[in-house]
T-cell receptor, first 114, second 116 residues
Framework: KQEVTQIPAALSVPEGENLVLNCSFT??????LQWFRQDPGKGLTSLLL?????REQTSGRLNASLDKSSGRSTLYIAASQPGDSATYLC?????????????FGKGTKLSVIP | DAGVIQSPRHEVTEMGQEVTLRCKPI?????LFWYRQTMMRGLELLIY????????DSGMPEDRFSAKMPNASFSTLKIQPSEPRDSAVYFC??????????????FGPGTRLTVL
């Protein structure tokens, strides 16, 4: 069964710190990987999408990397701010299933302390 | 564009009642997805459509759940009869065809369903 795992489930850091969120997946046959942000009681906002042929994507203070062979992705957040507090979800579009079904991790809940 | 629009935002109903959730995808998007989110199971795909045609409904939990997409700008998810265990947040998302697979998925704000 194709699975996506995010560890830790929760993370608390002081403002200004650089941090890394981790995502691992069980099958290297993927189309792409997406990182989302979810604020409490809200929908999901797409942050970055990395195609299977890419190694990383950057948007502002965010940088996402992809290592298909090891089944891992990281989301790096530079100079964290209280406004970055949210749950971050990793989602993988596996290509072997014959279906365009995103498989989500359970998320990492980030708290940035002022 | 207004983004993906869902209605209602909140729904409280009694067990046994019919519930209809609605979604308007982003104009020009080929794919529409229905998800359910619970604390226990996280986000799960229920069904998705491509060009208004249901492609994969393997995530639909039971026959009590049905989904339709009569045109490119509207979809419904219906639960009949509803049960307390259906209580969850239901999200609709849409995307274009990507170079490989589907492109970025854009999510609606969700419908929070409570079945008493």
């Amino acid at each position: 069964k194709q699975e996506v795992t995010q560890i830790p489930a929760a993370l608390s850091v002081p403002e200004g710190e650089n941090l890394v969120l981790n995502c691992s997946f069980t099958d290297s046959a993927i189309y792409n990987l997406q990182w989302f942000r979810q604020d409490p009681g809200k929908g999901l906002t797409s942050l970055l999408l990395i195609q299977s042929s890419q190694r990383e994507q950057t948007s502002g203070r965010l940088n996402a990397s992809l290592d298909k062979s090891s089944g891992r992705s990281t989301l790096y957040i530079a100079a964290s701010q209280p406004g970055d507090s949210a749950t971050y979800l990793c989602a993988v579009l596996f290509s072997g299933a014959g279906s365009y079904q995103l498989t989500f991790g359970k998320g990492t809940k980030l708290s940035v302390i002022p | 564009d207004a983004g993906v629009i869902q209605s209602p935002r909140h729904e409280v109903t009694e067990m046994g009642q019919e519930v209809t959730l609605r979604c308007k995808p982003i104009s020009g998007h080929d794919y529409l997805f229905w998800y359910r989110q619970t604390m226990m199971r996280g986000l799960e795909l229920l069904i998705y459509f491509n060009n208004n045609v249901p492609i994969d409904d393997s995530g639909m939990p039971e026959d009590r759940f049905s989904a339709k997409m009569p045109n490119a700008s509207f979809s419904t998810l219906k639960i009949q009869p509803s049960e307390p265990r259906d209580s969850a947040v239901y999200f609709c998302a849409s995307s274009r065809q990507g170079k490989e697979g589907t492109d970025t998925q854009y999510f609606g704000p969700g419908t929070r369903l409570t079945v008493l």
